[in-house]
Nanobody, 124 residues
């Protein structure tokens, strides 16, 4: 069983930066692929970024590539999402998720565990 707790959300002006963290409990954190997803009001959940447990390969949605950076610290059982050059359309609840399946990281259905989410609001 893995429990995930996100932190770091808040209100920021367009063009600003925010850093999100996701702390995981449980064993074998380094073996999990970790992902970030977001869901805006009235919209479907969408993939943002992911990082493999082994090797640390990263993946990004086209909408955030070049602005967001995902990283992890396996010693601290934590995954991070650094968000720069934020836009109003980045406003959403951001969830981290963990997967022990070696499948497409962009698909929410492959993730076994989800955090409660943290609100990110970008004002124009």
């Amino acid at each position: 069983q893995v429990q995930l707790v996100e932190s770091g959300g808040g209100l920021v002006q367009a063009g600003g930066s925010l850093g999100l963290s996701c702390a995981a409990s449980g064993r074998s954190f380094s073996s999990y692929t970790m992902g970030w997803f977001r869901q805006a009001p009235g919209k479907e959940r969408e993939f943002v970024a992911a990082i493999r447990g082994s090797g640390g390969r990263t993946y990004y949605a086209d909408s955030v590539k070049g602005r967001f950076t995902i990283s992890r610290d396996n010693a601290k059982n934590t995954v991070y999402l650094q968000m720069n050059s934020l836009k109003p359309e980045d406003t959403a609840v951001y969830h981290c998720a963990a997967s022990n399946l070696a499948l497409s990281v962009r698909v929410g259905g492959v993730y076994n565990y989800w955090g409660q989410g943290t609100q990110v609001t970008v004002s124009s």
